[in-house]
C-alpha cells in the first residue's frame, strides 16, 4: 500500500505565489508522479506530471507559470505555481503510478489540497 501526504496550499492573492508537495511513502519500486486539479463543478484535470527520469508534461493553461519538479530520494513531488489566477482555484490532488517489484503499476491519489486564489 502506498500513502500520498499533500502539503502547501491556501489562499492567494491573484498574481502571487504558492509551492505544493506531495510525498510517497509505501512499497514503491519506482514512481511517476503529478498534479490533478478540480474546480467547483468541473471534472478533474491535469496540471503536470513529471516522469521518475524527469520528463515533464504541463497542461496548457499552466505552461510558464506552474513548474513541477520531483526529489526521488524522497519519493516526492513539488508544483511551484507563479502568477496565480482566480482559474487556478480548485482542490489540487497529488497522484502517483507506482510500480512495485513485482512490476505491476497501481494509481494513487493523494486527499486533495484546497487552493484559492483572490482577484
Known amino acids: 500500500q502506498v500513502q500520498l501526504v499533500e502539503s502547501g496550499g491556501g489562499l492567494v492573492q491573484a498574481g502571487g505565489s504558492l509551492r505544493l508537495s506531495c510525498a510517497a511513502s509505501?512499497?514503491?519500486?519506482?514512481?511517476?508522479m503529478g498534479w490533478y486539479r478540480q474546480a467547483p463543478g468541473k471534472q478533474r484535470e491535469l496540471v503536470a506530471t513529471i516522469t521518475r527520469s524527469g520528463s515533464t508534461n504541463y497542461a496548457d493553461s499552466v505552461k510558464g507559470r506552474f513548474t513541477i519538479s520531483t526529489d526521488n530520494a524522497k519519493n516526492a513531488v513539488y508544483l511551484q505555481m507563479s502568477t496565480l489566477e482566480p482559474e487556478d482555484t480548485g482542490v489540487y490532488y497529488c497522484?502517483?503510478?507506482?510500480?512495485?517489484?513485482?512490476?505491476?503499476?497501481?494509481?494513487?491519489w493523494g486527499k486533495g489540497t484546497l487552493v484559492t486564489v483572490s482577484s
Open positions: 509505501g512499497s514503491i519500486f519506482s514512481i511517476n
Open positions: 497522484n502517483a503510478d507506482v510500480i512495485t517489484r513485482s512490476a505491476s503499476v497501481m494509481t494513487y
